[in-house]
């Protein structure tokens, strides 16, 4: 068509009832899969959508937030392309768990700007022992029968030493995606605490993490309401 220009100059807008696509300078098969996106059983499905995004978002946040799960997961992977691309070489377990620490960590560097103003950066601590037993939290000591206990003792103790309030809430750690402490059991997108514990001043706290998650949150959570991470001791 003579009012059609090169392809660097085209602009197509799509504008629906629901949502609308402004369109420039693109490939059709990138042009195709949007319009797919917007079909009328896409929207009508939209709520099924975003769930699925805020999911994956939300599981993606989980492996940032405890990359001990993401090393474990990817040594087996790199071990196997060791022993078949490179027979000849001999690497010890901690070599490689080493190199993934390093390039995780990488990774998953560079908070916000407004989270590392409000954020004190921490070091994950690996937790390599069975399970912990006691803990002490600046001379009173708590026997545990599960991890998550250090996790909730240390919220209750910030309660009775009159730290944490209801006016906290949402209590996010981390990079903003998930609460770990809140009035009620929700995440940031409503998404419910896989593993919610009511606290003594009726708040709720998110428990699903490993025993070395459980540790390096019960610190952060020391830390942000401004009390040492060094009172804590695990045994």
């Known amino acids: 068509m003579a009012d059609l220009q090169s392809k660097s100059d085209t602009c197509l807008n799509l504008k629906g009832s ?28 939209i709520e099924v959508l975003v769930k699925k995004v805020q999911i994956l978002d939300e599981i993606w946040q989980s492996l940032l937030d405890e990359p001990e799960e993401m090393i474990k997961g ?12 490179y027979p000849d070489y001999q690497f010890e ?6 190199l993934l620490k390093e390039r995780v960590k990488e990774i998953i560097s560079g908070p916000s700007e407004e989270e590392a103003q409000t954020e004190t950066p921490m070091e994950s601590i690996p937790w390599r022992g069975g399970s912990p037993r006691k803990m002490k939290l600046k001379g009173e000591v708590f026997e545990l029968r599960n991890s998550f206990e250090i996790l909730v003792n240390t919220a209750n103790w910030l309660i009775k030493n009159g730290k944490l309030k209801p006016s906290d809430c949402p209590v996010g750690i981390g990079r903003g995606k998930r609460n770990l402490i809140n009035k009620e059991p929700k995440h940031k997108y409503g998404d419910d605490f896989r593993a919610p514990k009511k ?30 991470s060094d009172i804590l001791t695990i045994e």
Not at 93 to 98: A, L, N, Q, S, V
Request: net charge negative; aromatic share 6%; glycine share 6%.
């Open 74 to 85: 990817l040594m087996p992977v790199v071990k196997s392309i060791i022993s078949q691309g």
């Open 199 to 228: 606290l003594s001043n009726g708040l709720w706290i998110e428990t699903h993490y490993s025993t070395a998650g459980c540790i390096n949150y019960t610190k952060r959570l020391l830390e942000k309401f401004g009390v040492s």
């Open 18 to 45: 629901a949502t609308s696509l402004r369109v420039c300078n693109e490939e059709l098969p990138a042009v195709l899969r949007k319009i797919v996106a917007i079909s009328k059983t896409n929207i009508e499905h």
């Open 93 to 98: 377990d901690t070599e490689i768990e080493d």
